[in-house]
T-cell receptor, first 116, second 111 residues
């Protein structure tokens, strides 16, 4: 498996500001993903963070709103830009291609974001 | 189009009973079917997973039953305990790339 940490664990932000969420994993992984989970709802994939290249975004999500970085095989950031109350959600990082466990995704603890 | 449909939305089971959660999928190319367990305030944790070449997989009290012809799979929790109370998500993927998640089932096991 993999140990994944996210920072911050939670935050309360003002409308119009931006927040960067960090995801750190304890081993080199080939794939990193960012999900959004609204309260009581399922997980929605925002994008796949590709090391050394642009992230791949899902329908309904754009780079200007959710810029992603992945500078190496253990770290990624997701920025939620120009926030509005509709962005209030839990943001989850997950990883795939973990050494000795290549066939599944492991999730971080999530970042709970509230936008006022 | 929802790739994975999950039911029921919520489930109440008495301690010691069997909890059953069902999922159905559309894409016959899917080749990996995991179940995740999520407690409030935590990220989803992998519980058990199955490939389509077997019809059943058991790990402790948790069993996945897989019906390839019907494109359905289910999670059975035997001897359900209050500590099993959580939200359960099924998922499906092809080549372990993009995961498609079900809508989730909130399980409440009453003591």
């Amino acid at each position: 498996s993999a140990v994944i940490s996210q920072k911050p664990s939670r935050d309360i932000c003002q409308r119009g500001t931006s927040l960067t969420i960090q995801c750190q994993v304890d081993s080199q992984v080939t794939m990193m993903f960012w999900y959004r989970q609204q309260p009581g709802q399922s997980l929605t994939l925002i994008a796949t963070a590709n090391q050394g290249s642009e992230a791949t975004y899902e329908s309904g999500f754009v780079i200007d709103k959710f810029p992603i970085s992945r500078p190496n095989l253990t770290f990624s950031t997701l920025t939620v830009s120009n926030m509005s109350p509709e962005d209030s959600s839990i943001y989850l990082c997950s990883v795939g291609g973990v050494p000795d466990s290549t066939d599944t995704q492991y999730f971080g603890p999530g970042t709970r974001l509230t936008v006022l | 189009q929802q790739q994975v449909k999950q039911s029921p939305q919520s489930l109440i089971v008495q301690k010691g009973g069997i909890s059953i959660i069902n999922c159905a999928y559309e894409n016959t190319a899917f080749d990996y079917f995991p179940w995740y367990q999520q407690f409030p305030g935590k990220g989803p944790a992998l519980l058990i997973a199955i490939r389509p070449d077997v019809s059943e997989k058991k790990e402790g009290r948790f069993t996945i039953s897989f019906n390839k012809s019907a494109k359905q799979f289910s999670l059975h929790i035997m001897d359900s305990q209050p500590g099993d109370s959580a939200t359960y998500f099924c998922a499906a993927s092809k080549d372990f790339n993009k995961f498609y998640f079900g809508s989730g089932t909130k399980l409440n096991v009453k003591p």
